[in-house]
């Protein structure tokens, strides 16, 4: 009990004391009307501390399995809170890693899709115009008498050409397909690194919006715990006034 609520009790009991006083003061500690009051007085009192003994336990139990409920609700909005926050997350990062891969297979099939032109257009066509060249100036001066010469001569260096190109080719497809590993392994290593970054940062984050909620749980009991004392406190100055309004009627009334 507060120091005000001892405070107002302490007051009714003195008033009510100080109005027995005055009433029975001249009655005699041995007169019926003495012993009729004592009588009347003990019953009032087993009757009032019996219901207070019951009102105040079953006051404290409620006060108490509602403390639970206010528990397990503060809970479940923590629960909520972290599971919304987990989903939310965790599609970001989906939506990153899916940003990425798509990123890299549209450059992969870009690149696949110019290679052939790419080598085709840079690499033979270069070295078949520097056969068809050479072949010609070959055979504009001994067409007729290394005819034979200079067909063997240049179907030697069109094998050779395209064993160059494929090899060329077989290399320059390997080193790319390399590099498409090593682009893979660079940003699946890039994304596991980010994704340890998210899950700590996120964390914390669940941490500190916990912190957050029991400040403001602790501030919104307090304010209402604030708001019933001030219900309270205003009801029982209430009641004292009237308590004393009543026992003032009472005195004025006894010589009537």
């Known amino acids: 009990m507060s120091w005000k609520k001892k405070l107002v009790a302490g007051t009714v009991a003195v008033g009510l004391i100080s109005g027995v006083g005055l009433t ?13 009051y004592n009588g009347l007085f003990g019953n009032t009192q087993q009757s009032i501390l019996a219901d207070n003994d019951a009102n105040a336990t079953a006051a404290f139990e409620n006060w108490a399995a509602n403390t639970e409920q206010l528990k397990a609700g503060a809970g479940l909005k923590i629960n909520e809170t972290m599971s919304a926050e987990l989903t939310r997350a965790g599609a970001e990062i989906m939506s990153v890693k899916e940003s990425h891969l798509a990123s890299l297979d549209e450059d992969k099939l870009e690149l696949l899709e110019n290679m052939n032109y790419q080598v085709y257009q840079h690499i033979f066509l270069e070295g078949y115009f520097v056969i068809q060249n050479q ?22 260096a069109v094998n050779e050409m395209t064993q160059e190109l494929t090899s060329a080719k077989n290399s320059a497809v390997s080193e790319l397909e390399s590099a498409i590993e090593q682009a893979k392994s660079e940003l699946s290593a890039q994304l596991a690194m980010e994704e340890q970054v998210s899950r700590y940062n996120l964390e914390r984050q669940i941490t500190f919006k916990l912190n957050d909620l029991r400040d403001a749980l602790t501030s919104i009991v307090n304010g209402l715990v604030r708001e019933q004392q001030n219900i309270i406190t205003a009801k029982a100055l209430e009641l004292e006034e009237d308590a004393k309004a009543s026992l003032d009627e009472v005195m004025n009334s006894i010589n009537d």
């Open 24 to 36: 029975f003061a001249s009655a005699s500690e041995d007169s019926p009307l003495r012993q009729w």
């Open 135 to 156: 072949g010609d100036a070959a055979l504009g001066a001994v067409r007729e008498s290394f005819r034979d010469y200079t067909s063997e001569t240049g179907q030697a």
